[in-house]
């Protein structure tokens, strides 16, 4: 069965006016505008206007051009009226697209449009990029934009890092667009705020074995009722971690800013903390990991939580306190060698051994890598 396809909604880019066929006739009949004004019994000058536009056929001119050119009145009349129709609908299709400019330059001062530009989620269209928008953002008007941006600005995670150049109109928009790629996930199991310890203990495997190390944590928090994605950074967001309750379950996003498994393991667990210790209680809350900005408790908590989740907090005091002040090569080969007796990921210890002794130089074969 053939499909209908309805036109009623298309408008024309151009309104062709019924002048324009009647040139087309007069060059087809070779019969010059002069003539058939004489036979009309009308100005030259009126006809001429006709044909270029500027005056609409008649019913008594369409009678006329029946008369002369053997072609009914009433489809000179039906021309001028589609004509007429094609014109008002391209005025208003103008008005919408000069509506929809003014719009979308709203839309660029509180919203990373160069940052959705980059990843493909919008293009060229507009009227289609304004509906993409407000989707990202659940609103349906710039006013709703403006709104939102307004009444979470003076937020903590808009907070300058002081480290790293941070922009607020880009964390604003990825925080959004984090919460817009939740809601797109499917479901994942019930939450229970009993089984962290399990939780835990699963991950850690994950990150001794770092092999499809992104995959396997989204399938275990799935199963523990976490939504897990990946967001990347957009430019002067130097976010590794946010965590949120949306809908049934918590959401865990992390930017993988660094690519690194022990910023990773860290960053991750951080967050999980932020869900079992203070979203399940609180889920309006959210919690944003923005480097370089000054940390409260809640955060100053969740931080221990994630390193000693890593690693005992006993056994790595006694690590430190025995390994600080040996030979390059030799830290490296302590490094391992704890990893290896406490199970650990080697650059996990890398990681942390390097934060803790303010040490960055020390180099090695380690891979820190996510794999």
């Not at 995670?157 to 964390?171: A, G, M, V």
């Not at 030979?327 to 704890?338: D, L, R, T, V």
Request: glycine share 4%.
């Amino acid at each position: 069965m053939a499909t209908k396809i309805k036109l009623n909604n298309c408008v024309p880019c151009i309104a062709i006016h019924p002048g324009e066929i009647i040139k087309d006739e007069l060059e087809a009949r070779e019969m010059k505008q002069k003539e058939l004004a004489s036979l009309m019994g009308m100005p030259t000058s009126v006809l001429n206007d006709i044909i270029k536009g500027r005056r609409a056929v008649t019913p008594e001119v369409s009678v006329l051009l029946q008369e002369i050119l053997g072609i009914d009145a009433s489809y000179w009349l039906s021309l001028q009226n589609q004509y007429d129709i094609d014109q008002v609908n391209i005025n208003a299709k103008i008005i919408e697209r000069k509506k929809n400019i003014e719009i979308w330059k709203v839309i660029s001062q509180y919203c990373s449009v160069k940052c959705f530009e980059k990843l493909g989620i919008i293009g060229v269209k507009i009227a289609e990029n304004i509906q993409t928008i407000y989707s990202i953002f659940g609103i349906s008007s710039v006013e709703e934009l403006i709104a939102s941006f307004s009444s979470e600005k003076e937020l903590s995670y808009f907070k300058k890092s002081e480290r790293l150049n941070s922009d607020p109109i880009n964390i604003f928009s990825w925080k959004h667009f984090a919460f817009y790629q939740s809601s797109q996930m499917p479901d994942v199991a019930d939450f229970n705020k009993d089984n962290l310890d399990g939780l835990v203990r699963e991950l850690n495997q994950v990150f001794v074995v770092n092999t499809d190390t992104i995959d396997r944590t989204k399938e275990i928090l799935a199963r523990y009722g976490i939504k897990f994605i990946v967001v990347p950074k957009f430019d002067k967001t130097p976010i590794d971690g946010f965590s949120f309750w949306q809908g049934k379950n918590p959401t865990v996003v992390l930017t993988l800013r660094l690519n690194k498994i022990d910023n990773y393991a860290f960053a991750l667990l951080h967050e999980i903390y932020h869900v079992y210790a203070h979203l399940f209680n609180n889920r309006e809350q959210r919690y944003i990991a923005i480097e370089g900005v000054e940390t409260d408790k809640c955060e100053e908590d969740a931080n221990k939580f994630a390193k000693y989740s890593l690693i005992s907090k006993d056994i790595w005091s006694a690590f430190l306190k025995q390994h600080s002040l040996i030979s390059p090569f030799a830290k490296q080969m302590k490094i391992k060698q704890f990893a290896h007796q406490h199970n650990i990921n080697e650059a996990i210890v890398l990681g942390f051994y390097q934060h803790d002794v303010n040490l960055y130089s020390i180099k090695s074969t380690i891979s820190r890598e996510i794999k």
